[in-house]
């Protein structure tokens, strides 16, 4: 435990009296389930507080590709067949009551994608999705793969009548080695549901998310998912030892290496981690789960400036080395529209211009603390940080980590928010926000009340990882806005050579405006990719590239 009469002499000189609380050991089994918002699934706003607008009247340069053909009674027929309980297939073809319950797989969770599904699939197998993806490539009927619709880009939701093939149904974990920590596990487990069972047995999943309690394993892989312990054990690229996926025509591609060493060949699996869905359907996952830390500690500070902040960081990555396992950033106006909305009381006094969550996982409570404890007072007595909290408990602790997790759903309380996932150099990424606040007010769309569309523009983010979360809350999808954003944000951030999707994808969203971030080379070889695999190209159309 760290010593309350060591810390109380710097924290006296910097008057940041938070932090003379000692640092407190959590219990991993209980740190499991810390995440307030993940629990519970994201649900959608009342429809008549605001309805969505269908994608196609959003993007009306969109055309439905003539390719494919239109559903009749003859298809939802053979789908029945081959699936067999009624409840698998959710049939808005031949029944107009249909309706209501196809509308949670038709729009995403910010009620910003709406599509004119007809037909929702929920295979119980790979067998079953090789059978469905076979019947729909000889009919040129497309497909949308879809897990728990979390996403941000409008991937996972159909355009026009695309079928909705979703993966709920496959939630089974298939094995577990004790000695290793691999895991097997269909695509549609639900990521916090692995969590919870990796943790019974002492391990913790590689992956974090905000959405935990509602994403799929399967889904996560398909976008490269990032999260938050990306930090700590590095992307699904590395984490990932082999997947199982149907490819378009029904083919079953069983590359579910239990090795961490497999140097045979071309490593196909690579292909499909990130692609959305667009080569074949990813059907379940073996992955490389690390021992969940015996201690954790979350600190919870407050700077004045975003040079300070980067000191905060170079300082946690110094002294804290391998037990840092999250350096997450937030700005007075995040933590300030969390606070409004949620109305609860916030964890320091006063407002700072910019926050910080540390986080650091180990297996020794005793060493884990005395680092934190040196860290703490050397930050403080350099005046780096001039306010902080330690969690004392689990409670706290989950409240401390909500400050930065709640802060996604918060942002769309007055009707809307636009979200920009940017990997940017950590010198020049906060700059970007004040770029666009600034712009977006000088345009007259920022301000109070509802004559501005614009409520705030604030940034947080994954500072270990150079990742900014840029977002725009609004009073609505307005196009003036989304011309004042488009193409300058994506600008902005190629002249610092940045990337467009650092953790969030492309799907609708960033489709055309990839060429910010890769030359016309690469993108002709992601094309030459997509054909070989789809050359149909029945799989999540008016996507990707």
Known sequence: MASRSRLAPVLRRVGARSLSKPVTVINPAAYAARHISSTTPRRFRDSSARAAKFTTESYPELKRDNRFAQLTKEH???????????????DGVTTETAGDEIEPFNLDWMRKFQGHCKLVLKPGSTEDVSKILKYCNENSLAVVPQGGNTGLVGGSVPVFDEIVVNTSRMNQIRFFD????????????????????????????PLDLGAKGSCQIGGNVSTNAGGLRLLRYGSLHGTVLGIEAVLPDGTIVDDLSKLRKNNTGYDLKQLFIGAEG??????????????RS?????????????????????????????????FEMMDSQSQDIFHRVKENKRPLEGDHPFYC??????????????????????????????????????TQLRALWSQREG????????????????????????QLVEDVRKRLEEMGLKGEGDDYPVVDVVGYGHMGDANLHLNIAVRGYNKKVEEALEPFV???????????????????????????????????????????????????PYKYI
């Not at 300070?308 to 080395?321: D, V």
Request: aromatic share 10%; glycine share 8%.
């Open 357 to 394: 969550l540390i986080e650091t996982s180990g297996s020794d409570s005793e060493h884990d603390n005395a680092k934190l404890e040196r860290f703490l007072e050397d930050i403080m007595s350099k005046e780096i940080v001039t306010d902080g909290v330690v969690a004392q408990d689990e």
């Open 178 to 205: 004790e000695d290793s920590g691999i895991l097997v596990a269909d695509c549609g487990v639900v990521l916090e549901v692995a969590d919870q069972y990796l943790a019974e047995k002492g391990y913790i999943f």
């Open 490 to 540: 994506y600008e902005w951030v190629s002249k610092e050579n940045g990337s467009i999707s650092a953790e969030h994808g492309l799907g609708l969203t960033k489709k055309k405006y990839i060429g910010y971030s890769r030359n016309d080379g690469i993108i002709e070889w992601m094309k030459k990719i997509k054909k070989l695999f789809d050359p149909n190209g029945i799989m999540n």
């Open 76 to 90: 939802v027929d053979y789908f029945k067949g081959i699936l067999g309980k009624e409840s698998a297939v959710i």
């Open 278 to 291: 667009t080569l074949g359907m990813i059907t379940a996952v073996s992955i490389q789960c690390p021992k």
């Open 407 to 430: 802060i996604t759903e918060t942002l769309g309380h007055w009707g809307g928010v636009y979200k920009y996932d940017l990997s940017i150099p950590l010198k020049s990424m906060y």
């Open 294 to 326: 015996k201690a954790i500690n979350v600190a919870f500070l407050a700077v004045e400036s975003y040079d300070q902040l980067l000191q905060a960081f170079r300082e946690a990555k110094s002294q804290l080395g391998e037990i840092l396992s999250a």
